[in-house]
């Protein structure tokens, strides 16, 4: 950040025992180093405080988009239903209509057993060769 290079940090400790005096020096030093602390610790605050708000913002637009969205598909919706309903459709069946995989029995009817059932392969029967202990 600073660039200091090996001579000038020399000559910067130079100075300070030279100016502060080499008894003071440490007492220095923990002030210094307490200072620098409590700046990183508000320079985290503001920073933390900064991408708040800009997530914030981002979940405010997101919201925005979404609800445009919402709206839109409500509108589409509304007119789908206003058209089944001039052709004298239940809403039901429109639906049927635009559905891409529809369920090939109706709703009401129970499963019989022809109907397919998918299940997995059935485990083999294991036959262990532990003796039973005798019950107590």
């Known amino acids: 950040m600073f660039d200091i290079g090996a001579s000038e940090l020399l000559v910067l400790v130079i100075v300070a025992i030279v100016v502060i005096g080499p008894k003071d020096l440490p007492m220095a030093l923990r002030t210094a180093g307490r200072w620098v602390a409590k700046m990183r610790r508000v320079s985290n605050h503001f920073k933390s405080g900064i991408e708040t708000m800009i997530r914030e913002a981002e979940m405010e637009e997101m919201e925005r988009k979404w609800k445009e969205q919402n709206e839109r598909i409500m509108r589409e919706t509304a007119a ?54 005798p019950l107590p």
């Open 80 to 133: 789908q239903e206003a058209a089944a309903e001039a052709q004298g459709q239940t809403v039901a069946a429109a639906e049927d209509q635009n559905d891409p995989f529809p369920n090939p029995l109706p709703s009401d009817a129970p499963p019989s057993a022809a109907d397919p059932v998918m299940i997995g392969p059935m485990p083999p029967e294991e036959k262990t060769a532990r003796p039973e202990a």
